[in-house]
T-cell receptor, first 110, second 114 residues
Framework: AQRVTQPEKLLSVFKGAPVELKCNYSYSGSPELFWYVQYSRQRLQLLLRHISRESIKGFTADLNKGETSFHLKKPFAQEEDSAMYYCALSPAGANSKLTFGKGITLSVRP | DVKVTQSSRYLVKRTGEKVFLECVQDMDHENMFWYRQDPGLGLRLIYFSYDVKMKEKGDIPEGYSVSREKKERFSLILESASTNQTSMYLC?????????????FGEGSRLTVL
């Protein structure tokens, strides 16, 4: 069975500071990894996925198979980044059946 | 614009009542999911469906059932609500065969069981 671990519940930083939201996973096969975000009073939405190797809103995430990690990073946090972030995993070909981590609240202070 | 609609945003029910949570999507997606979202526990999968009339148990199906009579509609049923089912319930859909893993979520239904 797969598992996603987000070791921290809350990260509070000042505007302009770097951000790293940690995500570790456990899965014996080849996973697909994602970050989802939920802004205040908005629905949960996809932020980025590792297969796309893209940067969205300044965020990037690199899949490290050796460390089984998929940390989300941003060099300079903005106040509008304040939200709940979830890391999620899907076994390859599992037709979007995602396992989510417990989530982390990012608070960016002015 | 992609849309998943959960008809009830807030519900208050009493212990033992039967509860229906409705979800409709307008994207012609084959896959539909029900999650519950609890602080400190994240999202946990209750049930999912890859086709009409089809359903599969997720990680926490106990106390719940589902119905998928039409492609666009996926209902979550609590046969006899209990206080530990007080939670935010999220419905989601996705396109079958999609490798992107993009789930489209509804706004959620916050259920309180007294």
């Amino acid at each position: 069975a797969q598992r996603v671990t987000q070791p921290e519940k809350l990260l509070s930083v000042f505007k302009g500071a770097p951000v790293e939201l940690k995500c570790n996973y456990s899965y014996s096969g080849s996973p697909e990894l994602f970050w989802y975000v939920q802004y205040s009073r908005q629905r949960l939405q996809l932020l980025l996925r590792h297969i796309s190797r893209e940067s969205i809103k300044g965020f990037t995430a690199d899949l490290n198979k050796g460390e089984t990690s998929f940390h989300l990073k941003k060099p300079f946090a903005q106040e509008e980044d304040s939200a709940m972030y979830y890391c999620a995993l899907s076994p390859a070909g599992a037709n979007s059946k995602l396992t989510f981590g417990k989530g982390i609240t990012l608070s960016v202070r002015p | 614009d992609v849309k998943v609609t959960q008809s009830s945003r807030y519900l208050v029910k009493r212990t033992g009542e039967k509860v229906f949570l409705e979800c409709v999507q307008d994207m012609d997606h084959e896959n539909m999911f029900w999650y519950r979202q609890d602080p400190g526990l994240g999202l946990r999968l209750i049930y999912f469906s890859y086709d009409v009339k089809m359903k599969e148990k997720g990680d926490i199906p106990e106390g719940y059932s589902v119905s998928r009579e039409k492609k666009e509609r996926f209902s979550l049923i609590l046969e006899s609500a209990s206080t530990n089912q007080t939670s935010m319930y999220l419905c989601a859909s996705s396109q079958q065969g999609a490798v992107t893993g993009e789930l489209f979520f509804g706004e959620g239904s916050r259920l309180t069981v007294l």
